[in-house]
């Protein structure tokens, strides 16, 4: 064995196992959620107490899991669970031959569904796909279109993304009014290889194991040190930014958002989201802080709240900006009020233009 041997080995390996490792985390995973989800039926319908918690049980549960220190158990999550039992009532056969000592009961599998007959076999499912596939086919509003999409997804080996393209443009639809079948088919398929390293940064796969989801995977330098004076900057304003969260984690269905800095302003009494962008200033920048505020007025808003602020920093060097999203406000007087406690523009720009030069002179 020459040295190039030697390394070509050692690559071969670590490529070869670390790929099985991935593999057996979301195996595991995916039975961790199923078992979750069935725990969840079973009390919403044998529990002693159930009617205590009623329609509230996910948040409670989500509650109680945070208190003791467990991440990944939002209701949204939970939800999902509960969705993924209610729509997978076969994977019983795995978990009652290999996790039996985990069930609750004696859970017997549901009666035969008009479409059972063409699902591959569960272990095939549960070995090729990772929860995140699942979430994808949990959307669709049909079992044939399940087994369609499961199928594919198997067969060409897809990605998350693949699948969540394929679902998008009715590829399901489309293949049933084409003549050629296989080449619809096969215009899916993405040839980029599959590489570990990806799922490290799926926030699902890091709260299973337990794993700090760190800032660095999706941050660059420039924008994490201008993010870090910017804390402080607004905390050190006094005018009642109480710091609450940093790259703040929303999620729809696969789809992960992180809001670069959450303030609670015990003043205007309501939150101030703040997004950095490194680019010019465009309409997405506000479409997407429209849906962060929509996001945080449905669920994060409490009694006594007013109506969230949104900031959008565009830090170009060429033409620094300053976006303030008020969508949602009642009356030019409410905004006024708003405008009064926040800084001004001027005072962000001089702030932005300070730091680039910061960064200029390293």
Same mark, same amino acid.
């Given at each position: ?208 194991? *337990? !794993? /700090?989801?760190?800032?660095?995977? =999706?941050?660059?330098? &420039? ?6 004076? $910017?804390?402080? %900057? ?93 969508? *949602? !406000? /009642?009356?030019?007087?409410?905004? =006024?009020?708003?405008? &009064? ?6 005072? $962000?720009?001089? %702030? ?11």
């Amino acid at each position: 064995m020459n040295f190039e041997e030697l390394i070509n080995s050692i690559e071969s390996t670590h490529v070869q196992l670390s790929s099985q490792a991935v593999k057996q985390v979301n195996y595991l995973q995916t039975i961790r959620n199923w078992l979750i989800g069935c725990y969840i039926v079973e009390f919403e319908q044998h529990g002693e107490d159930r009617a205590a918690y009623g329609t509230k049980l996910l948040i409670s549960i989500s509650l109680k899991m945070k208190s003791k220190g467990n991440v990944g158990f939002s209701d949204r999550n939970l939800r999902q669970f509960r969705q993924f039992y209610l729509t997978y009532p076969q994977i019983w056969q795995t978990v009652s031959a290999k996790f039996k000592s985990m069930m609750i009961g004696e859970i017997t599998e549901g009666a035969d569904r008009e479409h059972d007959a063409l699902m591959l076999p569960i272990e095939t499912l549960l070995n090729t796909l990772s929860f995140s596939h699942f979430i994808e086919l949990l959307r669709l509003d049909s079992d044939l279109k399940r087994r369609f999409y499961e199928i594919e997804a198997v067969k060409n080996a897809w990605k998350v993304r693949e699948l969540e393209r394929a679902i998008d443009t009715l590829l399901f639809e489309r293949t049933g009014l084409s003549t050629d079948k296989a080449g619809v088919i096969a215009k899916m398929k993405d040839q980029q290889p599959f590489e570990p390293k990806e799922l490290i940064r799926n926030p699902l796969f890091l709260e299973f194991l *337990g !794993l /700090e989801e760190k800032n660095q995977y =999706s941050e660059n330098d &420039l924008e994490t040190a201008i993010i870090d004076h $910017l804390q402080h %900057f607004l905390t050190e304003l006094g005018r009642g930014f109480c710091f609450e969260a940093r790259q703040k984690r929303i999620t729809f269905g696969n789809t992960h958002y992180r809001i670069d800095l959450v303030f609670y302003h015990r003043v205007l009494k309501c939150h101030v989201l703040i997004d950095l962008k490194l680019g010019k200033f465009n309409h997405a920048d506000s479409g997407q802080m429209l849906l962060y505020l929509n996001y945080f007025r449905k669920n994060e808003m409490t009694e006594g709240d007013n109506p969230p602020v949104g900031i959008i920093l565009c830090a170009d060097k060429d033409d620094a900006l300053v976006e303030y999203a008020t969508a *949602g !406000l /009642e009356n030019e007087l409410f905004i =006024s009020k708003y405008m &009064l406690q926040l800084p001004d523009k001027q005072t $962000l720009l001089k %702030f932005i233009e300070t730091e680039l030069n910061k960064q200029n002179d390293q």
